[in-house]
């Protein structure tokens, strides 16, 4: 019992700290090692618990997903220099206009994060147009990082089928999916986190404004691109629709005709690999494409490039930290009772699933982290179930994807503290706003999800 408690107190403690700001780098290795070191007292091997668990977990992390992390964080840098990113959200709003606000913002967002780019890029780019539009409209501020929030954290990020955000490719591994999985499911819950948000947040604006409330101080410092500055639309949204197009040419039709009998030696197989090869490809293809359609808007291509992927960095070291920290907390013996004490809440293995990723994307402040946490301890049983069941692994994909991005955006979240500093806003200002989008609303749905999974939808 006493290796439970070090597991429990662990994960305590990696949500307390991580909410202070504590390095998870520094954070996931001690809090891995003091769980070791509760669980099996001197006979924990704490060097070795180190260097051939949790190191081995990172590098193993790092080798499935960084050309994923890289790719996406050069491609996201490309489409905001070159003001490809402003361009597509200067032109939705236009295209919606200030009477519909809230939407432009939303759909804006769900474009670009859609088509591949980082969600940070996605608030800088378009935050200043979504403070002019609510400015012009009068809708409070406090409303523009729920509104992003809405249209990155949510529907795009992990319920549209062929998303390539990693929240999306990391159960390909584990299911032997592709980015595509579960579509009908996918879609039906994209519409109703998308919806329910919409209604929400203009029932909210609606009761501010009709208790007196405006704007608020106008943002001066904000710098808004002209529009003729910008490139066109046209040709800004063409490399987002390349990444949607080829993904899924590569992973429905190439590959599924391609013989892979030779990566035997490699020790895996096509259908374990063909996903992420499919994204690989089409990031390439969509960081090209930037490039050539806006290069003389670069002072410096290879500046761009590298930037892009320094900034990748911090955000796979950190999520493979936590990778870490969660296969050193499966090798532990205390680990059996916490694993048969999730499994044991259902033996529906949807359910069982998504409390699984939820919990555990809540306590780490990541929904990659936890999903991935997750599914490393449990998706052979999660598998084993769901073909007893006669359930799809696409389903388990799809729920995998939809619950990590419920309890994940807890205040300690580091996407969320990014986007109110982006926005000037606190969390006493919007928080409540952003998690109901982004935490009621997801969770919800992943219910509706299960439901329909249960009965066979994919």
Known sequence: MLGVFGVILTLILLMYFAYKGASIIILAPILALLAALLSAGLDAHLMATYTEVFMQAFANYAKSYFPIFMLGAIFGKLMDESGAAKAIAHGVAEKFG??????????????????????????????????????????????????????????????????????????????????YAAPILGISAAIIMGVAGVVYLNREIKKAQEAGEGYGKANED????????????STSIIPIIVVLVLNYILGRVVYPKIDGSYLEKFGTDLQSVSGTWSLIISLIAAVLLTILLNRKRFDSILKNVNTGAANSLPTIINTASVVGYGNVIGSLAAFEIVKNAILGVS?????????????????????????????????????????????????????????SGGLDTLPHNGAVVSLLTVCGMTHKDSYKYIFIVSVVIPMLTSIVAILFGNLGVV
């Open 98 to 179: 200030k009477e519909r606000a809230l939407l432009a913002v939303v759909i804006s967002c769900a474009v670009l994060t859609y088509g591949g780019v980082s969600l940070f890029v996605v608030a800088f780019a378009v935050f200043p147009i979504a403070a002019s539009l609510f400015e012009q409209s009068n809708i409070p501020k406090k409303f523009i990082p729920p509104a992003i929030a809405l249209g990155s954290f949510t529907f795009t990020m992990t319920a549209l089928p062929g998303t390539p955000q990693i929240q999306n490719a990391i159960p390909m591994k584990y299911f032997g999916t592709d980015a």
């Open 347 to 403: 033996s529906n293995p949807l359910i069982s699933e998504a409390i699984s990723v939820n919990v555990l994307a809540g306590i780490t402040g990541s929904a990659s982290g936890g999903m991935s946490i997750s599914l490393e301890a449990l998706s052979e049983q999660y598998l084993t179930m769901a073909a007893q069941a006669g359930i799809n692994p696409q389903v388990l994909h799809r729920i995998a994807s939809l619950a």
């Open 222 to 233: 904000i710098a808004v691109t002209a529009e003729e500055d910008l490139p066109p639309f």
